[in-house]
């Protein structure tokens, strides 16, 4: 059994930043290719970016590249989120997600497992 915790988010204003982090638990042997994604309401998640399971690859989502990074702890299954330079219409659920055979791209389908998600809304 494996569990994906994240934490951080909140409530934050325009320009701010944030940082989500993310804790894979459980049975875990190996190090798992991450990725975070968000849900706005009324609509499917959509992939924000990922990161290779030795943190060598990270993948963006063109909204936001030069604004947000995925980094890793050294060996780690615990990634986080930096946000920085927040927008109102980044308001969403965010949750990560944990592929065991590495893939760390946009197809959610391909993800083993997922966390709960964590709520970050961002006042204009």
């Known amino acids: 059994q494996v569990q994906l915790v994240e934490s951080g988010g909140g409530l934050v204003q325009a320009g701010d930043s944030l940082r989500l982090s993310c804790v894979v638990s459980?049975?875990?042997?190996?190090?798992?290719?991450m990725a975070w994604f968000r849900q706005f309401p009324g609509e499917h998640r959509r992939f924000v970016g990922g990161?290779?399971?030795?943190?060598?690859?990270?993948y963006y989502e063109d909204s936001v590249k030069g604004r947000f990074t995925i980094s890793r702890e050294d060996h780690g299954n615990t990634i986080y989120l930096q946000m920085n330079s927040l927008k109102p219409e980044d308001t969403a659920v965010y949750y990560c997600?944990?592929?065991?055979?590495?893939?760390?791209?946009?197809?959610?389908?391909?993800?083993?497992?997922w966390g709960q998600g964590t709520q970050v809304t961002v006042s204009s």
């Open positions: 459980g049975r875990t042997v190996n190090a798992y290719a």
């Open positions: 990161i290779s399971w030795n943190g060598d690859g990270t």
């Open positions: 997600a944990a592929d065991r055979r590495g893939y760390y791209g946009a197809n959610g389908a391909e993800y083993d497992w």
